[in-house]
């Protein structure tokens, strides 16, 4: 177990050519959205006190920017906020970006993020005449935002084709975790994506790390009993988490964003506070691992 | 198809690139599609079971001419002398008993040309806390009373090389694929299937409470993960 007493010295890594070192463990601030006020304070200190910098969040995740305004106006100096916007014109993206400034009750956002990319058209939205990023970059040069970034769980070419489309991108956030690795198909190469962002000195922020399959239909299970408020179902063991933190950590990522439910965060610090890389023979297992849970092909008695 | 891990990181050593390879117990494909991928000139995928050869054509053909899957008896491979480059055992040995290893490797040995390559992919003994061990000894069991041969022999690494050394082969490296191995609801359902399969064969009422608890610990068990995949490389004497 973590010593409480002291603080705990988180492993950091260069957010790309920022100058942010963040932590291997980004907050997801979304978590926040699903507990009251003084819960979300405690959060909030409870994370800190595991050395986190690096905090996401985004208008769309419920309440959380206003939950977490409190205690982040607090601790302004030692937490890297990064946010996000759904708008991808530049009126949309500016209203946007000021109402998250206005929620979050703070002067400047560190990193502002275009988010969830998916189509070709909005990357010619967001980068024409009148785009969100023409936004984003008046907004850096009032000093109302630091940094440039990206989301995105959509296509990896389309990721790629934002990279070569967007000069002062720094930062990629997209999904990563045993199940993409292990498929060798165009629609999962996000480790091209890391390479390709590593080469160009973009940070890569990891999401979907913990997914362990999608919910069951909601004629099985409605939505409002599902055990977690996660998109997907989660690994939920003290060990499944921390496999599926190491198996992320060590791609290459900056950082591994946390899960959204609250109830998995002390999990995900706990696995981050103790990363110590894995090796490579343990990194199958875990691709071999979820191969086999959604393989096509019958009777494996092999690896 | 997804090549897997343990075949990507079995071969990113071994000269495959225009060489003939020979995919020794062709499984569903795996290692022949790695060699594909690879580069390999030709891939002579043999198996011994019909439903694999099947799988294997269906998931890799893909209309190449490099693949010829060739349904024989790895004791008898239909090969000349002297034919391949670079042999492929991925998860072979733990179904040969100690008598049709030493075959298997005398007549690998066969067809391997002088500075053949040749890559043995496979598990070590469980150790003693695994309890898939059970499993394993229960369908081991169930073979041992229907055949009079083991279904699965886990050999430690050492004695499979000391095996090919025994013909000539020099060992090049050593590697471990998994660590751990992990045994899924679809690996262990599938060794339950096997055992009952013998169990059918078994005398009198032995074959139904090994089948019976063969089904039971599958599951019981559900998955673990537990063991070591390993990788040998060696090189036939020029």
Known sequence: MTDQSKAVDMRTRPLGETGHESTVMTFGAIALNWVEQEAANQMVEHVLDYGVTHFDVAPMYGDAELKLGPKLRQHREDIFLGCKTQEREYEGARRKLEQSLN??????????????????????????????????????????????????????????????????????????????VGKDDEEHDYEA???????????????????DGPWPPTDELPETDRPFANWYQPVRSPGEIRERFDFAASQGLTSVVSAGDPKLVTMILEAAAQYDGMDEAAQRSLIEQSRHDDSPVPEQLHH | MDVPRTVTAALEDRPVDGRRCLEAGAGVGNTTAGLLDRGASRVYAVTDRREDAQTTRCRVDRGTDRLAVLEADLRSIPLPDDSVDLITAHGLCNVLDPSALSMVVAELTRVAV??????????????????????????????????????????????????FEGQGWTSDR?????????????????????????????????????????????????????????????????
């Not at chain 2, 309890?131 to 229907?146: D, K, Q, T, Y």
């Open chain 1, 103 to 180: 929620r979050l009750g703070v002067e400047t956002i560190d990193l502002y993020q275009v988010h969830g990319l998916e189509y070709d058209e909005e990357l010619d939205t967001i980068t024409g005449d009148g785009g969100a990023l023409e936004a984003f970059r008046d907004a850096k040069d009032e000093g109302l935002i630091d940094h440039i970034g990206l989301t995105s769980h959509s296509r990896p070419q389309l990721i790629l084709d934002a990279i070569d489309r967007i000069d002062d991108l720094e930062s990629l956030m997209f999904p990563l975790n045993p199940v993409v």
């Open chain 1, 193 to 211: 994506v890391l390479a390709r962002a590593d080469e160009e000195g973009i940070g890569t922020l990891g999401i979907k790390a913990f997914a």
């Open chain 2, 114 to 163: 002088p500075g053949c390559h040749l890559v043995v992919d496979d598990y070590d003994p469980l150790p003693a806390e695994a309890a898939v061990r059970e499993l394993f000894a229960v369908e081991n069991a169930a073979a041992n009373l229907a055949t009079g041969r083991p279904a699965l022999t886990f050999y430690p690494a050492t004695v499979l090389r000391h095996q």
């Open chain 2, 174 to 238: 050593e590697r471990t694929l998994l660590e751990p191995v992990p045994w899924t609801e679809n690996h262990l359902g599938t060794h339950a299937d096997t055992a009952v399969s013998f169990a059918r064969d078994c005398p009198d009422d032995l074959g139904e409470s090994l089948a019976e608890r063969a089904d039971g610990l599958a599951t019981e068990l559900g998955s673990e993960s537990a063991g070591r995949m390993y990788s040998l490389a060696l090189q036939l004497q020029a």
